[in-house]
């Protein structure tokens, strides 16, 4: 058997839906292999990054690694970020790169640098293949590695002459499930103990609960203990965001309206955040606040998080047994001031939902565009300012219907995971809302969405300049400088990749653009002038003086 087909073979096995990619002279083989499978799709991208990008969110949505596929050197150094991306995010991602014949080769040094050790310090597991024997073992320990608790990247090197080597006796290993243990019961006992001596203990859950059965899980501990629960941006939607007991997002590692809760909290049972995404809140050694870590792995230490108890297992099982732990003798907890930080987070965050002035305010679009979907409609989105609004204001209903990234934080993402999230969910209404700055990234990949025939809504919020720094620049004082910029006719933009173009002058004409572009075919795109004048104001001066009124 040739190698490559071995290579093809030995990803069906482990299940591959789809590869991304942008192959290049020395992948033709692996491309001819992928060709003649009846099991892969092959996704050709107009980027690596926009195939690094897909495969990583493949991975999130699903829990299995996501492929992607480019040629070597400039082509895999255009996956270095996101291998970061799908590393710091706990993504699942297998890439493949290639590489010039590394028996015999005639073109010297042309295009090689050592990728395998370029991508030591961003995987899991980075390896060459140089023998065509080796492929089944090192296809099967990369899969294996990626998609084990922590979850992230892995890369696996293929030399051209090593893909168009004879195998004449292949060998493909089972893919061999494994279970997480659970968290002993004299840990679950101590946990439980330091609950039932809280008197206003608090739940955070991370992006690491998300995963169905510690959603189910998390939902019962809270409906069951009536324990008031917050959470991190890629922890939204792990439970329902209308449950009574949510008091928001944390959005902001200190200081926003949501933390006077997490300042009174006398417990933190925090499950499924480690400090890779922005810390929720921030601990001070000063503090008679105690923390418990429940988590896959234990807690790794800084001067921001340094938790009293570690809880270590199954999430799914130790939130269960928690539960079961509590429930004998569950009390009512002092959960006053709670609710009062709560009404008072929604009645700021109404502020402005219904306020029509045009550029429009964030708040108004995060207002209009959960109007405009359904419970279980997916919004991706790039990273800018847009990105807090959307966290602390979009209240999301379901797992996964919130896509964002607060690992990486990389601006280029939004579009390609909009793709990837309506490739997987033909049939859910799916908005990808990215910064101007970060649209142009990867606008290219708007011919992807077009030629894939998908019925995709990108609205680009247009302010001529990366308004997130912006904002920072102006928190700290500085002079507005050096980040402004002019940006393209997006509707003609648009229309020139066969997509179709709006841009509304008004807040109505926006929502009724939106509301024909989701019922609408075809890729929709939606420049829309955005107003961050107030970003300032609310995001540095008002919420420091706010917290202080809630007594």
């Known amino acids: 058997m040739k190698a490559s087909d071995l290579f093809i073979k030995a990803l069906e096995n482990e299940g591959v839906e789809y590869i991304f990619g942008l192959p290049g002279e020395e992948n033709l083989d692996i491309l001819e292999s992928i060709r003649t499978s009846d099991k892969i799709k092959f996704v050709l991208t107009r980027h690596e990054q926009g195939a690094g990008f897909m495969a990583a969110t493949?991975?999130?949505?699903?829990?299995?690694?996501?492929?992607?596929?480019?040629?070597?050197?400039?082509?895999?150094?255009?996956?270095?970020?996101?291998?970061?991306?799908?590393?710091?995010?706990?993504?699942?991602?297998?890439?493949i790169t290639g590489?010039?014949?590394?028996?015999?080769?005639?073109?010297?040094?042309?295009?090689?640098?050592?990728?395998?050790?370029?991508?030591?310090?961003?995987?899991?597991?980075?390896?060459?293949?140089?023998?065509?024997?080796?492929?089944?073992?090192?296809i099967r320990e990369a899969f294996r590695v990626s998609g084990e608790e922590r979850?992230?990247?892995?890369?696996?090197?293929?030399?051209?002459?090593?893909?168009?080597?004879?195998?004449?006796?292949?060998?493909?290993?089972?893919?061999?499930?494994?279970?997480?243990?659970?968290?002993?019961?004299?840990?679950?006992?101590?946990?439980?103990?330091?609950?039932?001596?809280?008197?206003?203990?608090?739940?955070?859950?991370?992006?690491?609960?998300?995963?169905?059965?510690?959603?189910?899980?998390?939902?019962?501990?809270?409906?069951?203990?009536?324990i008031p629960f917050f959470n991190t941006q890629m922890g939204k939607g792990i439970i329902d965001e209308r449950n009574p007991l949510y008091?928001?997002?944390?959005?902001?590692?200190?200081?926003?309206?949501?933390?006077?809760?997490?300042?009174?909290?006398?417990?933190?049972?925090?499950?499924?955040?480690?400090?890779?995404?922005k810390p929720p809140f921030i601990m001070e050694s000063s503090s008679n606040q105690k923390v418990i870590h429940v988590n896959y792995f234990a807690a790794e230490i800084d001067q921001l998080y340094f938790p009293h108890y570690n809880v270590i297992g199954d999430i799914a099982g130790s939130v269960k047994n928690l539960a079961e732990a509590l429930k004998p003798d569950a009390k009512s907890w002092d959960?006053?001031?709670?609710?009062?930080?709560?009404?008072?987070?929604?009645?700021?965050?109404?502020?402005?939902?219904?306020?029509?002035?045009?550029?429009?305010?964030?708040?108004?679009?995060?207002?209009?565009?959960?109007?405009?979907?359904?419970?279980?409609?997916?919004?991706?989105?790039?990273?800018g300012i847009y990105k807090i609004w959307f966290a602390r204001n979009y209240p999301a209903y379901v797992q996964n219907s919130l896509i964002l990234d607060n690992a990486l934080a990389t601006m280029g993402a939004g579009l390609p995971s909009a793709i990837m999230a309506k490739e997987l969910h033909p049939d859910k209404k799916v908005i990808?809302?990215?910064?101007?700055?970060?649209f142009m990234m990867n606008s290219q990949e708007l011919e992807t969405a077009v030629r894939l025939q998908l019925d995709l809504v990108v609205i680009i919020l247009n302010d001529n300049a990366y308004g997130m720094i912006q904002w920072k620049q102006e928190g700290e004082g500085f002079p507005k400088y050096g980040l402004d910029y002019k940006n393209p006719d997006f509707v003609k933009y648009a229309e020139s990749f066969g997509a179709t173009g709006y841009q509304p002058k008004s807040v109505k004409e926006f929502n009724t653009n939106l509301e024909e572009a989701l019922t609408a075919k075809g890729v929709?795109?939606?420049?829309?002038?955005?107003d961050y004048s107030l970003n300032h104001e609310i995001l540095n001066v008002i919420i420091k003086e706010f917290s202080k009124n809630i007594k």
């Open 99 to 138: 590489q010039k014949p590394i028996k015999s080769s005639k073109q010297g040094k042309f295009q090689i640098i050592d990728v395998v050790d370029m991508m030591q310090p961003l995987t899991k597991y980075t390896k060459q293949i140089t023998y065509g024997e080796h492929i089944p073992a090192i």
């Open 335 to 383: 959960n006053e001031v709670f609710f009062k930080v709560r009404d008072n987070v929604s009645a700021h965050l109404m502020k402005y939902e219904q306020d029509d002035r045009f550029p429009i305010l964030p708040q108004r679009l995060v207002k209009l565009v959960r109007h405009a979907l359904p419970d279980d409609g997916i919004v991706t989105l790039d990273n």
């Open 151 to 226: 979850p992230g990247a892995v890369h696996i090197e293929l030399p051209e002459d090593v893909a168009q080597e004879d195998v004449t006796d292949p060998q493909i290993f089972d893919v061999v499930d494994y279970k997480i243990p659970y968290a002993g019961k004299a840990v679950i006992n101590h946990a439980a103990n330091m609950v039932r001596n809280a008197k206003m203990p608090l739940l955070l859950i991370g992006a690491g609960a998300n995963r169905k059965r510690a959603s189910k899980a998390l939902t019962h501990f809270v409906d069951s203990l009536q």
């Open 432 to 438: 990808s809302i990215n910064g101007d700055g970060g």
């Open 247 to 277: 008091l928001g997002t944390a959005a902001l590692s200190d200081d926003d309206f949501l933390h006077e809760a997490i300042h009174k909290a006398d417990l933190i049972i925090n499950v499924g955040h480690d400090t890779i995404e």
């Open 524 to 530: 929709q795109v939606i420049d829309l002038a955005v």
């Open 58 to 95: 493949y991975g999130r949505l699903t829990g299995k690694p996501g492929v992607c596929l480019s040629t070597l050197g400039p082509g895999a150094t255009n996956l270095v970020t996101t291998a970061a991306y799908g590393q710091l995010g706990a993504m699942p991602m297998v890439m």
